[in-house]
């Protein structure tokens, strides 16, 4: 069992747990996954590393409420236990001396930027890190990220923080200025994956993205998890997830995420019922 240890709220939705999970955490490198269940019966979610403590053993991940499964993880209290905790997974990400690196991340995809800053600055890069949500309430790991970085840049979709627009209205104005950029990392939504990859392709800046499609089993065999990249079949889970960005078919790996919408609105939709029913009894109770 694994044990959660602490758990905070970053903003609506948001949750991040600290998990004991010693050996995993010895394992583990920026850039790779772990696999959750929650319990005998739950459903196996793919959630990115967001930080390890290698002292305490202890695995950080952030969880957003977006359906049945994560709805139910971030309902656990500190003290209960996780059924499975299945990892490291998926490659780590290439570090090495490249110059100056950009990193970005969007929404769920900063905390997993935020180890791979940290390993990139390790390697002797100079770090610039980019960070965008939707206004300031929804902006998560900033401290983290600015000790993590030489210099850290923030976005707001509403300017209520930071730069009024996207991650990549600052990455554009890095580029426009002349910047020397030698590579650009990015973990977020695939819209915004996909408006980094367009921004960087003209130039010709070396972009990698950390894909997140529908996984199920992680370790390669059960083909969930099939994306296109420059024309071949990829495996995010053992192949991946980080890939070239320019090669990526972004249009088919969004096709093949909403492939089950329909039955997922339903699920969550009869879990927030029963969660509603549950509290009611709950309060009456009392
Ligand atoms: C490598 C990787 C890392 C991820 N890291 C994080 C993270 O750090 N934090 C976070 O909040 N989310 C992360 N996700 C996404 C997370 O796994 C899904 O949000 C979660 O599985 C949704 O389950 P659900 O039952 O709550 O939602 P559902 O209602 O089942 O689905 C909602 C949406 O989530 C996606 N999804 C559903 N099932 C899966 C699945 N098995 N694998 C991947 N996506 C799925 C689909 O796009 C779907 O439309 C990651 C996904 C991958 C592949
Ligand atoms: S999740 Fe099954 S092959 Fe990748």
Redesign the pocket.
């Known amino acids: 069992m694994f044990k959660i240890i602490d758990k905070k709220e970053l903003c609506e939705n948001v949750h991040q747990f600290r998990i004991e999970a010693s050996h995993l955490v010895q394992k583990a490198k920026a850039g790779q996954?772990v696999i959750l269940r929650k319990d005998d019966k739950g459903?196996r979610?793919?959630?990115?590393i967001?930080g390890l403590d290698k002292n305490k053993g202890l695995l950080t991940?952030?969880?957003?409420e977006?359906?049945?499964?994560?709805?139910s993880m971030n309902r656990m209290k500190i003290g209960e236990s996780f059924a499975d905790v299945v990892g490291p997974l998926g490659i780590p990400s290439h570090i090495e001396k490249f110059g100056h690196c950009i990193c970005i991340g969007g929404g769920?995809g900063i905390?997993?930027i935020f180890p791979i800053a940290q390993a990139l600055k390790m390697a002797g890069n100079r770090v610039t890190t980019i960070i965008g949500a939707r206004n300031k309430s929804l902006l998560i790991f900033e401290e983290e990220l600015s000790s993590a970085s030489d210099r850290l840049l923030i976005t707001t979709d509403d300017g209520s923080y930071g730069t009024h627009g996207f991650v990549t209205t600052v990455l554009q104005k890095l580029i426009t200025d002349g910047e020397k950029i030698d590579m650009v990392i990015a973990i977020g939504p695939v819209p915004m994956m996909k408006a980094v990859v367009n921004t960087t392709r003209e130039p010709k800046v070396k972009t990698l993205v950390s894909l997140?499609?529908?996984?199920?089993d992680g370790t390669g065999m059960c083909g969930a998890c099939r994306v296109t990249v420059g024309g071949k079949t990829k495996f995010a889970c053992v192949d991946g997830?980080d890939f070239d960005g320019h090669e990526v078919d972004f249009d088919e790996m969004t096709k093949r995420?909403?492939m089950y919408?329909k039955y997922?609105k339903v699920?969550?939709e009869k879990f927030l019922h029963n969660d509603c029913h549950l509290a009611k009894q709950i309060e009456e109770m009392r």
Request: net charge neutral.
């Open positions: 996954f459903e979610v793919p959630m990115s967001g991940v952030v969880i957003q977006v359906g049945k499964t994560s709805a769920v905390p997993p997140n499609p529908i996984m199920v997830p995420m909403k919408a997922e699920a969550y």
